[in-house]
């Protein structure tokens, strides 16, 4: 009779389980791809974060960019950009009030192209070029000057107001009016947007537009209703681009303002203070300060936006 309280079989000894070996075969292929990888790696931590770092370090201290010398001093620069600069204060107002105007307007205009160049027609190829063709340009030094020129005393602009009886100005240097003219340049450009609009456009189906204008629903209730919500993955993609672009802004600022834009100087954008105290001021270090507070703010801007898009992104088979 077997007993109940028979000893439990011996267990097995655990096996040792050894990780596979990589193949030599396999091996030399990863050398080979971090071999051709290793000239953009090496830029990268050479050209990229090595100097990122550096500026770090240089924001702490009172780094003089003839001498090279740099003094520990802590978080002086920042106490001092946010306490004791006025000028700094003015250019966040006028980056902020050319990011918010510039925009928004930018975009409804490129959706509105879009959405006039999406169906087709003849000539519409044309036409499509001739708008996108002010984006190839780029905001280049070479039209900064000529959008001056035409907005100066006797440029084009003020000769075709002159036949309104409008009397000239220099628009683009003068209080009031200068700010304006640079908003006018980053409008003027909107190629780029409208070319992601009419891709986005030419996916949704027009079966939609269709079914909803057979039942009565108004061009404006579709639009709002059917169009919006189908191409908003695209409005968010061009939001979060042109933010960006807008607050590193620099280049028309720096010609329209001839580069050495005053305190009160409406054209003195974040970029181009930035530049004026580093490389014009020669205080790198507290130039070095600006920037890592510039990247934290448009990375909290851009982290913003698509935090938002939850609740306003329409996603094609995506529960909300």
Known sequence: MTSVLAEPEAEAPA???????????????????????????????????????????????????????????????????????????????????????????????????????????????????????????????ALAITWRAMFDTDGAVNQVLGLFGVAPRSWSTEPGTALGTLILLAIWQFGGPMVIFLAGLKQIPPDYREAALMDGASRWRTFRSITVPMLSPVILLTVAMETIAAFQNFTAAYVLSSGS?????????????????????????????????????????????FWSSRYWVHYPGRAR
């Open 261 to 305: 834009s005053g305190l009160a100087e409406e054209t003195l954008t974040y970029t181009l203070y930035l530049y004026l105290r580093g490389f014009a001021g020669f205080e790198m270090g507290y130039a070095s300060a600006m920037a890592w507070v510039f990247l934290l703010a448009v990375g909290a801007i851009t982290a913003a936006i």
């Open 15 to 141: 096996r040792r389980v050894t990780p596979a070996k990589v193949p030599a075969r396999r091996r030399r292929e990863y050398a080979a791809g971090y071999l051709f990888l290793s000239p953009w790696l090496l830029g990268l931590c050479g050209i990229t974060l090595a100097p990122t770092l550096y500026s770090l370090y240089l924001s702490f201290t009172d780094y003089n960019l003839i001498t090279g010398e740099a003094e520990w001093v802590g978080l002086d620069n920042y106490t001092r950009m946010f306490t004791a600069d006025p000028a700094y204060w003015q250019a966040i107002r006028v980056t902020v009030v050319f990011v918010a105007v510039s925009v928004p307007v930018k975009l409804a205009i490129a959706l509105a192209a879009a959405m006039l160049l999406a169906r087709e027609r003849r000539g519409v190829l044309w036409a499509r070029a001739l708008v996108y063709l002010p984006s190839l340009l780029g905001v280049s030094v």
